[in-house]
């Protein structure tokens, strides 16, 4: 009875952190298998390759879509310490659809797509009212910023620090905050649930 | 033992300073710890942030310009030109001018709902309008030009404290940090003895002023000068005993209460200062500082030239200080205010205590009148005690007469005198001319209508320096014995009937002695003669042309 139990428990809590952990990304908004433009009916073929692929953006994973070209402005802010540049590493892959210059239909060889992103996702090539990506957040920003943890000691809250698990080759990223794959299953493809503004208490000590 | 006290210390310091918002009333999430907070929603950046399609870009808003048109503040001695709120403060304004919904957010297309059906930020003192002319200014350029400029203001070149500018300008930013509330309103700095005001505010004389160092304290009559406040002492709470950077009821300058004198009967009303200055005032005879508001002005000209008093026009509280000091020079209640010298100059700081008296009491259009019909009529009291007249009471510079046998020790006929030696409270603890039950401000009893009857106490202010015995029974001389005793003593006759206490202007034949009747009482002598005229003939000897208590002189002369 006691071992039931103890079974019992042990699959309740696998349960459970599979209800956080195991979404994935069939039927999330990434998921354009259904979508008319389409049509190849398969999910990852919109931005992976297994051969052939585009090399152009550093680290870029086997990637297959048309890469944007567009120069983008910046955030700014005379409160930020942070020193941003033009998008790059996975950022420019994320914006290859989400600033509306290429269309969602230029992947594997096809180009002249006609489909383009709208609406709220369109984040468009100004980021000058968006959060600021690709830059550098390490201890000494934090130190020199005041109001952000240390990356290096600070736990992210999805199992190591920040440094760890958001930040990308030691930057903030679209990536730090967004999972494109819908890992977590959180609107908007959050990497972790901003109940109580738990994800930007994550970075920001305020 | 020390080191686990240094660390808890440590702790300690680092608990304070790492205060987060979501244990501040700025998290308005349904879990904020506030009275006002939404009704379900658990984000908390979201009420002034969004990650995404911010506006204004930075720092990320998530809120709407409230596209008001401000009432700005305005003040005769400021120097900076705030315009329409701007940078931080209209986002500060976008909740706290009350115009719009808590929890209309620019990145969710409804309203995020508040417990207690809440939309606007409710009224008080959070809720600032959109009439900012009773708040600190905010969204001016402050340069160093404009501390120059001001003459008040620290260089704004050497802020490097927790004050900090928002480009160039003064935002509410500069007091208030949003996130961290560990000194209370939001402020980034401790107001305890107005530490943060004094990041950019340098008031001359503030250091050895009095209000800056006293541990005056409420003593429990009266009102409580610091209802809103913790602070116990004058000296804690500084700045703000008179000034009040949110809503402050007399607007111009921030000062606490409109009417100017009410700033300073907060304290001065027998509840904190040593000298109770509100009961001097009750009395009849007084400046009257409560029948005139808002008409003195700092910027005002040193000759007064509207009719008014307030105690800013005696006092300047910034300076104000215990120094003593004998006459005729300021003493450190007098300090750092404006006055007019003997030569009816303006100056910008008085160096002697009947500077202050002339800007009203000398060449003001609006001085106000004598109190006797004299021959000689005169109300310019700088005229009065011109050190060239031929005769005056010692206030700008030693008296005439060099034999003054009436004078009490330590007086001498080398002593100067303050106009507060004669004018000012009677049985008061303060010195200077606030109020008296005897008119005009003085003293002492001064009998001036004629057939008074004499006795110590009708002439009391008098014989504060001038011995009675010696005026009115001295034997020695037949002045005393004769002169003084028949006309005060036998016939009733006031000193202020032949005496002009301040001086009068004239020769020295004439005019000596402050010999200027009385008219109401004296009048020409009759006969061939006839006319008023006193004629000095040397030491305690003279005669007189005049006609009085059914008397005819033409002349009678004393010897």
Known sequence: ?206 | MRRIFFLLLFLQTITAAAQSIVDTPHNLSANGPGSIHAGSETEICIFCHTPHNSSPCAPLWNRNNPGQNYILYQSSTIEAAPGQPDGASILCLSCHDGTIALGAVVSRDHLIEFSGGITVLPTGHANLGSDLSDDHPVSFIYNTSLAAADGELTDPATLNGPVQLDGQKVQCTACHNPHNNIYGNFLVASTHYSDLCMFCHQKNGWNGSLHRVSSASWNGSGNDPWPKSTYQTVAENGCENCHQPHGAGGAERIMRHLPEENNCLDCHAGNVAAKNIQSDLNKSYRHDVFAYTHIHDPEENAVSDIRHVECTDCHNPHVANGTDASAPVASGAIEGVKGVNSQGSAISAIQYEFEICYRCHADSPEKPGGHTSRQFYQTNVRLEFNAGNPSFHPVEASGKNGDVPSLISPLNEASIIYCTDCHASNNSSANGPHGSVYSPILKFRYETADYTSESYQAYELCYQCHDRNTIVNNQSTNFANVVHRKHIVDLQTPCNVCHDPHGVQGSSTNQSHLINFDTSVVSKSTGRQGKLEFIDSGSFTGQCYLYCHGRNHNPKRYI
Request: glycine share 12%; with cysteine.
């Open chain 1, 1 to 206: 009875m006691i071992k039931f139990q103890f079974t019992f428990a042990v699959c309740l809590l696998a349960l459970g952190t599979s209800v956080a952990l195991g979404q994935n990304i069939q039927g999330s908004a990434h998921d354009f298998s259904n979508d008319n433009w389409n049509t190849t009916g398969q999910i990852c073929i919109v931005c992976h390759t297994p051969h052939n692929a585009d090399a152009t953006v550093t680290n870029a994973p086997l990637w297959n879509h048309a890469t944007t070209t567009a120069t983008f402005t910046t955030y700014n802010s005379a409160t930020m310490q942070a020193t941003t540049g033009q998008p790059d590493a996975s950022a420019k892959l994320c914006l290859s659809c989400h600033d509306g210059t290429i269309a969602v239909d230029n992947y594997g060889s096809q180009s002249g797509g006609s489909h383009f992103i709208s609406g709220g996702p369109r984040i468009g090539t100004d980021l000058g009212n968006d959060h600021p990506i690709s830059f550098t957040y390490n201890s000494s920003l934090a130190s020199q910023d005041g109001g952000l943890h240390d990356p290096s000691t600070t736990n992210s809250g999805l199992g190591g620090t920040i440094a760890e698990d958001m930040l990308i080759g030691g930057k903030m990223q679209c990536a730090s905050c967004h999972d494109v794959h819908n890992g977590s299953g959180f609107a908007y493809l959050l990497r972790k649930s901003n109940a109580g503004s738990a994800l930007c208490l994550t970075c920001h000590d305020k």
